[in-house]
């Protein structure tokens, strides 16, 4: 998969490229409906894949030549729950980059569209929504999500990293509460062996008269002790 030659960024560009395609994934595009109707736009840049954002469609003779498209029937108000279409634009364009560069439009390519990208980034590459932000900005300078989603993009970077603080601690969690009390019985008997084999050590020993137990330096492994069950969370993240 290829690209055309990086051209300097443009604030009228119908198109532009945010995430460059290599040899294993697609590349991924933000831009407008001109760019989604355009055939020779589409070749040029090698696009099998389209994700539409609003409720305008591309033209059918552009749509059958698509390997993969997916429509989210978005609306461009502060109000309009846009978050509930960041789960599966992201599936899609997961999906999609296995084979082919992928488009994500809206009207105008500015508001809607640039959003599901934001998302996308945020989970894909588990960075902060400002960062997200600034990195598409160099790519395509006349995004501008409104603050009703961007309230959502905030809440959708929260959660991404809360559930990713959650998978941490569930896969560090040292024991079960029934481990915990097996290992402590465990320890417990060998330190009752301990102390007994101590214990004969000296009465065998104390009618020699040059026996000092100071002597003895016989290591005593206490690994274990009776502890509640705890979460281990050392991953830590930026709110912005």
Do not use: W
């Not at 051209?7 to 595009?29: N, T, W």
């Not at 301990?194 to 020699?208: A, D, H, I, W």
């Not at 002597?215 to 005593?220: M, N």
Request: proline share 4%; aromatic share 10%; net charge positive.
């Amino acid at each position: 998969m290829s690209s055309p030659k990086k051209q300097s960024s443009k604030r009228d560009d119908p198109i532009s490229c945010i995430i460059e395609p290599s040899k294993v994934l697609g590349g991924l595009y933000l831009g407008n409906m001109e760019a989604a109707s355009d055939p020779y736009t589409l070749s040029q840049y090698q696009i099998k894949a389209i994700l539409t954002v609003c409720p305008q469609s591309i033209p059918s003779s552009t749509k059958i030549k698509l390997n993969f498209y997916h429509q989210c029937m978005a609306d461009d108000e502060d109000d309009y729950q846009i978050s509930k279409h960041f789960d599966e634009s992201f599936r899609f364009i997961e999906a999609s980059r296995r084979s082919t560069n992928v488009l994500v439009h809206c009207q105008m390519g500015i508001s809607r569209s640039a959003v599901i990208v934001l998302a996308y980034l945020i989970k894909k590459d588990l960075i902060g929504a400002r960062e997200a932000l600034e990195y598409v900005e160099q790519r395509r300078p006349i995004i501008f999500p409104n603050n009703g989603f961007l309230r959502q993009l905030g809440t959708f970077e929260r959660q991404v990293f809360n559930d990713l603080i959650n998978e941490a601690n569930c896969s560090r969690r040292i024991a079960s509460p029934k481990q915990v009390e097996r290992e402590y019985n465990k320890q417990r008997q060998l330190d009752e062996e301990f102390e007994m084999k101590l214990q004969r050590l000296k009465e065998s020993n104390k009618q020699q008269q040059h026996f000092h137990y100071e002597q003895y330096t016989i290591p005593k492994s206490n690994v274990y002790r009776k502890q509640e069950n705890t979460l281990f969370s050392n991953l830590y993240y930026k709110h912005y």
